[in-house]
Every structure is written in structure tokens, then in C-alpha cells.
């Protein structure tokens, strides 16, 4: 264990001097392991960290995340290098979207304004209206025509949740996250028997049948504020557990159980490509200025539009 510990001393002292030398920024997802959010320089949801990216004077931007988190951030910052620890760190809900069926999708139904979660690839974001996170979806959403017809894609449970809120019919993709599709409802209930005190956060990716047993429906970072100001002591979070680091961080004094997935035998509910990115993949790629994320320049000025559009109603 104290090899271990000198180790991952040694790797920060690594990275920070790196992160100098590069003029670089670390960014991290709240998904991510405990010491990468430790060692970056900021962390947050998709929507705070493509703000972050759109704003800053760095020379290289090391997202450690997934791949299209990536692809934002080059989208976003044409100019700077865009880093990614490891590049199999892809996402389920964005490989259940392929680019070429979603066209498709699209033009079976014309007249309709194509609204798309973050978690796609630069392809679908090329394509879609306005791009949306699980923090600003329903905000944007209700600034449009009530009207309005729209598709959403990819993730279904995301869309239904919206059309359960705002009474709208919008057409959507059947597209789901490994993580948040597959926790186990039964064992919550279980739980919650075990810690009748506790408050349900649930996450808009998962599952109906959870969002309505919830105390709080939100993203990443209103289940956070959510538990920082409200009075319970315990919580059990129906999210990636990775957000219980920063939980913990925010709100020492209380207790935040991890939901477990249906065929989990721990309890736990981990997003493996969040988990590829490790000190070591960090440190090496601010060392040696690789893996990059290139997007061909045509398909980011279209992607660009949607994102923009995003930011600008957010």
C-alpha cells in the first residue's frame, strides 16, 4: 500500500509540473476515478466542462472523460490541443446513435427540429438543431413552441422523462447508457427499507419506473447541489458512482449510498470507459502530446452550430 501511495505521489508531482511546462488544463467528469478528479483543475458535468473549454487560455486541454467529451472541447477550441488519456474510453448512449441512421431517422420525419444530447459523436451533433445536456435539456426545451415538433435522441429515458414533465410528444431514439439503464429498482426499494431516512437521487438517464420514486430528478451537478442543501443525512444515488467522491468532498457530515445495477454483486454501478482514464494514461499524454482528438474541419464548423446554439440558451 505505501509503494502504491509513493507512486501515485510521484505521478501528481508529474502532472503538475507537466500541466506548467504545457501550459496546460486537466479537466475531469465527476465519473472519473477518485485521483484523477483530485489532480485536474476543474471538474464538472458536460455542460460545465464545454463551458470551461470554450473559455480557456490554455494551450492544450487533457479531458479526461470520454471520447466525445473530446470531441467537443477540439470543436469547441479549434486552435488548442485536445488531449485524451485513453482513446477507448468511448460512450454506449453515443455508439447506440450511428450518425448515418439518425440522417435517416431524420428524414422520415421531416419538419421536425432536431434537438441532441451531448453524449453523440461530432457526426450526429453535425446533424442535429440544438445540442442539450441532462443539466439544460428541459430548460431548452421549454423555450421552444409548445407546438413544436421535435425529435430527441439519443437517450430514450432522457426524452421520456421530458415528455412525462412537459406534456409534449417529441419523437425519440432508442438510445440508452450501459450505467443508468441497468440499475435494479428491486434493490432500491431494499435499500430504501434498510435507510427509510434516505433520499432517492436519480439521474434523467435512468430508467422511468426510478425517476418516479425519486426525491430529485437531475444531472450530475443538481443531484449535487441537491444534497449539499438539503436536510437529509443520507441519500442513495442512482447515478455513475464516481459523483460520490465529489459528494463525500462537498458534504463530509452525511452518507451517500451507491444504487447497484440489476446484475451487479457489489454495490456498485461503474462506467468502465470513465474508469480508463488513470494517472499513468494522464501523465503520459501531457508528456508526449498524445492521443489527440482531431475532428476534420467541415464537420466541426456544422457541429459547432448546435453546441453554440446550446450555450447561448443555457
Not at 502504491?4 to 507537466?18: D, M, P, S, T
Not at 450505467?179 to 435507510?195: A, P, T, W, Y
Not at 441537491?226 to 460520490?244: K, P, W
Request: proline letters at 5%; one cysteine or more; charged letters at 30%.
Amino acid at each position: 500500500m505505501e509503494a502504491g501511495n509513493e507512486r501515485a505521489k510521484l505521478l501528481r508531482a508529474e502532472i503538475e509540473q507537466l500541466k506548467k511546462d504545457k501550459n496546460a488544463v486537466v479537466m475531469a467528469h465527476y465519473y472519473t476515478r477518485p485521483e484523477i478528479q483530485e489532480v485536474a483543475d476543474f471538474i464538472g458535468d458536460s455542460l460545465a466542462l464545454a463551458r470551461i473549454a470554450a473559455d480557456t487560455d490554455a494551450d492544450v486541454i487533457v479531458l479526461c472523460g470520454v471520447h466525445f467529451m473530446g470531441e467537443t472541447a477540439k470543436i469547441l477550441c479549434p486552435d488548442k490541443k485536445v488531449l485524451v488519456p485513453d482513446p477507448n474510453a468511448g460512450c454506449s448512449l453515443a455508439d447506440s446513435c450511428d450518425a448515418a441512421e439518425f440522417e435517416k431517422f431524420i428524414r422520415e420525419h421531416p419538419g421536425h427540429t432536431v434537438i441532441s444530447y451531448v453524449n453523440t459523436t461530432a457526426a450526429v451533433k453535425a446533424v442535429t438543431d440544438i445540442v442539450v445536456t441532462s443539466g439544460n435539456a428541459r430548460k431548452i426545451i421549454d423555450s421552444l413552441p409548445a407546438d413544436e415538433k421535435i425529435i430527441f435522441g439519443p437517450d430514450h429515458n432522457l426524452g421520456e422523462y421530458i415528455n412525462a414533465e412537459t406534456g409534449r410528444q417529441m419523437l425519440l431514439w432508442p438510445g440508452a447508457c450501459h450505467v443508468h439503464d441497468r440499475f435494479s429498482i428491486e434493490k432500491i426499494l431494499e435499500m430504501k427499507k434498510e435507510h427509510p431516512g434516505a433520499k432517492v437521487l436519480v439521474h434523467p438517464e435512468s430508467k422511468r419506473h426510478l425517476q418516479i420514486i425519486a426525491d430529485k430528478v437531475g444531472s450530475t451537478a443538481a443531484l449535487l447541489e441537491y444534497a449539499a442543501n438539503d436536510d437529509a443525512r443520507e441519500f442513495i444515488v442512482v447515478t455513475e458512482s464516481g459523483i460520490l467522491f465529489e459528494m463525500q468532498r462537498r458534504c463530509p457530515e452525511k452518507t451517500f449510498l451507491p444504487a447497484p445495477a440489476e446484475d451487479a454483486e457489489c454495490q456498485c454501478n461503474e462506467c468502465d470507459y470513465m474508469k480508463l482514464n488513470t494517472l499513468e494514461k494522464l501523465r503520459d499524454a501531457l508528456r508526449d502530446g498524445e492521443p489527440e482528438i482531431h475532428v476534420d474541419p467541415e464537420l466541426a464548423e456544422k457541429a459547432l452550430r448546435p453546441i453554440r446554439r446550446m450555450l447561448e440558451l443555457s
